[in-house]
């Protein structure tokens, strides 16, 4: 799927090529200690990549480690050069009118905050304020819009370290959108959460998007986000374009599996065979089973496993990215 | 001049997170130059002149100096940590937001051992030498001009790590040269050192042309410390622009402190 004709867009890139070169050094101590060792080599991260994402869109890219993720999001941010390649973020080319794009767009790096750690999110707020140089009735207004509608009010003014991983990542979304920009880009915003954080934090960037029209692009490990918060995915797999379809085709397609992992009162002996139901791991007291959601409910199994057993604690998790890409190749879907 | 403000606003209030530790660091720093200066003065007591230079010429060149470190490194401490950074990945953070790398990155972190420095150059000539407004005002603007030329410096030994990598070392090693040579009467050395003092370690810039302007003003000197001040920041924007464009970012997990 591309982005719809005539639409405005908001992203649009073209062969976008980035290479990064790397020492790769083996052999004995002396060896390495040489100043000759090492073989320096060209790592392709990203291999001519082209994409569209239309305004108020709210795209998944998403792919496994080292698949060009990060890469893709630092450049259309303006952080990184890109090798070869055009790429237009609201009109504007990231890392020639790095500053200019800054004011429009909004990021955030799950794994690099941008809260001062000692000090409350409200001052990170504040120095944000002047970054952006907002008029000081419109920030305030902002927020205590923001603070109210991310319900942050009761730890606002508490020193970031002091604040969970949930507070703090719903602090960093609100200080990302305190210049209402109009693309966000987010990199792995649910890394390290737990499920009831992961759930509120996709309600606030959903809200985001379909409220306030923000262009949502974001690159995640999870595929709850991405069912839950795109409409179009983009799978990217060593620098290339490996699907780019509606999230639903990908469901109906690839993410067709469940796994349900539980923790039984007293030994399993046997598994009696259900139908979609693939046992993954039957030992002690757990049981580990792959549903296939395309022939089976995933409420009729599990009411199905409660009815047998004494269940303990009971687990239902995606399986991981590389399978669905896994799946994707197998299956040609793309 | 508001983001300055706020950004040295911020980096403040971060640092007096934890008051006992800031007040120990910023009073051990003055008790540190005191100790420095009492070492000079005892020398100054057996040998009262030094190729022209007496005990106040070097409490006024101490004055200078502690108070130029102050501002560079207590205020925009980060200069000190530029190759880390670069090497680390870490300038992520600055390049995605509206503003001047450079000028965020300095703005990044205040020292408070540093901050100590910065207090200390005026109390020392404000209690043991004779001044005057006229003196004064060219003492903070000849601090505050060998300060660039400091900050400049730091910018263009940390910058090296664009092109060389991992440079912290090398960074260190040339930056704490400079520091060197700034704590000695410049007029001590002759010859390719002298040269040397001006040009690849411009210590004659920070302490002996700003203690020459207090000791007599002249604007032969003041103009060459503006030009100097204004050269050298041009070639560290030079060279930091030339190396960010082959940064490469990385991976590290990292908060703001």
Same mark, same amino acid.
């Given at each position: 799927m591309t982005a719809a004709a005539n639409a405005p867009l908001a992203i649009s890139v073209r062969g976008l090529t980035?290479?990064?070169?790397?020492?790769?050094?083996?052999?004995?101590?002396?060896?390495?200690?040489?100043?000759?060792?090492?073989?320096?080599?060209?790592?392709?991260? %990203?291999?001519?990549?082209?994409?569209?994402?239309?305004?108020?869109?709210?795209?998944?890219?998403?792919?496994?480690?080292?698949?060009?993720?990060?890469?893709? /999001?630092? /450049? $259309?941010?303006?952080? %990184?050069?890109?090798?070869?390649?055009?790429?237009?973020?609201?009109?504007?080319?990231?890392?020639?009118?790095?500053?200019?794009?800054?004011?429009? /767009?909004?990021?955030?790096?799950?794994?690099?905050?941008?809260?001062? $750690?000692?000090?409350?999110?409200?001052?990170?707020?504040?120095l944000l304020s002047r970054v952006y140089e907002l008029d000081r009735a419109r920030y305030r207004t902002r927020r205590n819009q923001l603070i109210e509608l991310f319900e942050i009010g009761d730890y606002a003014d508490v020193p970031v370290r002091k604040l969970s991983l949930g507070q703090r990542m719903r602090c960093e979304i609100a200080a990302s959108l305190l210049h209402e920009p109009e693309v966000l880009f987010l990199d792995e915003p649910t890394i390290g959460l737990d499920p009831v954080a992961k759930a509120s934090i996709r309600d606030l960037i959903r809200n985001a998007n379909r409220e306030a029209g923000v262009t949502v692009f974001l690159t995640s490990h999870d595929a709850g986000d991405i069912e839950q918060l795109c409409r179009r995915t983009v799978i990217v797999n060593q620098g290339q374009i490996v699907f780019d379809g509606s999230t639903n085709a990908l469901?109906?397609?690839?993410?067709?599996?469940?796994? /349900?992992? %539980?923790?039984?009162?007293? !030994?399993?002996? !046997?598994?009696?065979?259900?139908?979609?139901?693939?046992?993954?791991?039957?030992?002690?007291?757990? %049981?580990?089973?792959s549903v296939d959601t395309k022939t089976t409910g995933i409420d009729r199994v599990v009411g199905e496993l409660l009815r047998r057993y004494e269940v303990e604690d009971i687990a239902i998790v995606s399986p991981p990215l590389e399978e669905i890409i896994a799946t994707i190749y197998r299956g040609g879907s793309r | 001049m508001r983001y300055i403000l706020a950004a040295l606003r911020t980096n403040l209030l971060s640092a007096f997170e934890y008051r006992t530790s800031f007040l120990t660091q910023v009073f051990g720093m003055m008790i540190n130059d005191s100790l420095w200066v009492s070492f000079w003065v005892l020398y100054f007591e057996r040998f009262p002149v030094l190729n022209g230079w007496t005990r106040d010429d070097l409490l006024v060149l101490w004055a200078i100096i502690t108070f130029s470190f102050g501002i560079a490194f207590g205020l925009f401490a980060q200069a000190l940590r530029l190759s880390e950074l670069i090497t680390q990945g870490q300038l992520d953070y600055y390049l995605a937001l509206p503003k001047n790398v450079l000028l965020q990155i300095l703005? +990044?972190?205040?020292?408070?051992?540093? #901050?100590?420095?910065?207090?200390? +150059?005026?109390? #020392?000539?404000?209690?043991?030498?004779?001044?005057?407004?006229?003196?004064? +005002?060219?003492?903070? #603007? +000849?601090g505050t001009l060998g300060a660039v030329v400091y900050l400049a410096f730091f910018v263009m030994a940390g910058s090296l790590a664009f092109f060389l990598g991992s440079s912290e070392g090398i960074a260190s090693g040339i930056g704490n040269a400079l520091i060197h040579f700034s704590t000695y009467p410049t007029r001590i050395f002759d010859g390719w050192t002298r040269v040397l003092l001006f040009t690849l370690i411009p210590a004659g810039f920070i302490a002996e042309i700003p203690v020459d302007l207090v000791r007599s003003f002249e604007f032969r000197d003041l103009a060459l410390l503006i030009v100097a001040a204004i050269g050298f920041s041009g070639l560290a924007v030079a060279v930091f622009n030339r190396g960010l464009a082959r940064y490469e970012s990385g991976n590290l997990m990292s908060l703001r402190s």
């Open positions: 980035k290479e990064f070169s790397r020492v790769k050094k083996t052999g004995s101590f002396f060896k390495r200690m040489s100043p000759f060792s090492g073989i320096v080599e060209n790592f392709v991260a %990203l291999k001519g990549i082209d994409l569209d994402v239309v305004r108020g869109e709210s795209l998944a890219f998403i792919g496994p480690n080292g698949a060009g993720k990060s890469t893709t /999001i630092k /450049i $259309l941010t303006g952080i %990184l050069h890109p090798t070869a390649g055009e790429a237009s973020v609201l009109g504007l080319t990231p890392w020639k009118d790095r500053e200019k794009l800054a004011f429009r /767009i909004g990021s955030v790096f799950g794994q690099k905050s941008q809260l001062w $750690l000692h000090l409350p999110a409200t001052d990170t707020f504040e469901r109906r397609d690839a993410l067709t599996k469940k796994e /349900i992992d %539980l923790k039984l009162t007293a !030994s399993i002996e !046997s598994f009696e065979p259900m139908t979609g139901v693939e046992v993954l791991k039957a030992k002690g007291y757990g %049981l580990k089973l | 703005l +990044g972190q205040v020292r408070p051992s540093n #901050l100590g420095d910065l207090f200390f +150059g005026p109390i #020392l000539l404000a209690i043991f030498v004779p001044m005057t407004w006229a003196k004064w +005002g060219l003492f903070l #603007l +000849g």
